[in-house]
């Protein structure tokens, strides 16, 4: 069974500093791992995909890197703003087949940007 | 605007009361889904729907029912409710099966509070 950890759990960083949160799975065999960003009262918003066969993506400041082999994953977010503020969530899918499988969540990084 | 929209937001109900809770997509996808985040954050898949059928049932108790009477709609109705049953239950949409499952559209939650 899949299980996703990550760490740290709550991170509260300055305005300005680069970071990196991580993500680990137990089940190497998966289909992609994708990142969220989780905002009170709101639902989930999508930020990097990544599929198995690639190393890393990017978009904007936040680039987010795979290393299936180790089941790992880390989110880097470069010079980071208040409005970063939120829970990132990792998912990763794995081959249950159809396709419409539900994805397996970590429990998310709280993190806080401190103006 | 297009989105996932659930109602209601907030429900506050006694145990062993029968409640729902709908969600409608104005995407044009085909698949919809129900997610339960509990009290440890962990988001988990509880259905998905394809063009009305029933595609994953996870292990939810059976007083948990989904009905999607167009492939626009799931809703959620739970059957006595236990405390147990407190949590943000979340609708998601993706365009379809296979690689279009990777687009999944959640809405905001509703957040269910069982007493």
């Known amino acids: 069974k899949q299980e996703v950890t990550q760490i740290p759990a709550a991170l509260s960083v300055p305005e300005g500093e680069n970071l990196v949160l991580n993500c680990s799975f137990t089940?190497?065999?998966?289909?992609?791992l994708q990142w969220f960003r989780q905002d009170p009262g709101k639902g989930l918003t999508s930020l990097l995909l990544?599929?198995?066969?690639?190393r890393e993506q990017t978009s904007g400041r936040l680039n987010a890197s795979l290393d299936k082999s180790s089941g790992r994953s880390t989110l880097y977010i470069a010079a980071s703003q208040p409005g970063d503020s939120a829970t990132y969530l990792c998912?990763?899918?794995?081959?249950?087949?159809?396709?419409?499988?539900?994805?397996?969540f970590g429990k998310g990084t709280h993190l806080i940007i401190q103006p | 605007d297009t989105a996932v929209s659930q109602t209601p937001k907030y429900l506050v109900t006694q145990m062993g009361n029968d409640k729902s809770i709908k969600c409608e997509q104005n995407?044009?996808?085909?698949?919809m889904y129900w997610y339960k985040q509990d009290s440890k954050k962990f988001l988990k898949i509880m259905f998905s729907?394809?063009?009305?059928?029933?595609?994953i049932n996870e292990t939810v108790p059976n007083r948990f029912s989904p009905k999607s009477p167009d492939k626009a709609h799931l809703n959620l109705h739970i059957n006595s409710l236990e405390l147990g049953d407190s949590a943000v239950y979340f609708c998601?949409?993706?365009?379809?099966?296979?690689?279009?499952?990777?687009?999944?559209?959640f809405g905001a939650g509703s957040r269910l509070t069982v007493l």
């Open positions: 998601a949409s993706s365009p379809s099966l296979g690689a279009g499952a990777n687009v999944l559209t």
């Open positions: 089940d190497s065999a998966i289909y992609n």
């Open positions: 995407l044009g996808h085909d698949t």
């Open positions: 998912a990763v899918r794995g081959y249950s087949g159809g396709g419409a499988d539900g994805l397996t």
């Open positions: 729907y394809n063009n009305k059928e029933l595609i």
């Open positions: 990544i599929q198995s066969s690639q």
